[in-house]
DNA sequence: AACCAGGAGAGAG
DNA sequence: CTCTCTCATGGT
């Protein structure tokens, strides 16, 4: 695909989303919902000092609890909700690793039937914390999509079939597609 | 001091 | 399906 040679020519590569966990992944998915990346690693680095990165620690955690350890992420009335109900997800299958063995269509309606996951969070937990072929389509990525032609359609699905289509089906090229706009966009807002 | 940041849900048209 | 409102904190 043109447009990722060019990013990764202009930014190099991003090596993306450095966690100490794939659940850890997970919940920064969830954290960074319309919020800076910023705000994101306060809240992680407080459930880490905490002990409460893990789903059993948050699936059991009170709910005001919770909410107070993630408020620096903001939305934290529905993003602690969403995340214990994430956590007993992953208990309920025999653990994160085990529940990422799944077929890919299969866990994305199971994360999508989570209140607080919808396309974009969940193909990015599939994608950075699963290794799941698949490619999150955020605003940045719509807006790219729309300013050069590459998709007709503005709809999720259609955008996201069409980077699938132009991109080699290769899970790290995948995820540095995705930091590469995100990166291109924050650094050249006028352009994007 | 208004504006936006690595969205999602609910409701209306 | 598209548009609009709400959710909430922290940085410019």
Redesign the pocket.
Known sequence: MELYNYLFSLLGRQA??PADSPFEVAV??VL????????VE?SIETLKRKRMMSPQAIAKAKLSHLESLI?????????ARTLKELSKLFISSGGVGEFFEGETAELRKKL?S?????????D?ILL?AGGHLIFPV???TRRLSKKFGICS???YEAIRQCFEMELPKDVEVYKEMH?LI?EF??RF?SEC
């Open positions: 993306w989303w920064g998915a960074t919902q319309n919020v800076s990346w910023k705000n306060k408020k620096a992420s903001g939305f934290y009335r529905r993003k999508l989570i209140k607080g996951i919808g396309p974009e969070t969940a990015s950075y955020d605003n940045y359609s503005q709809n930091a995100v966009c924050k807002k």
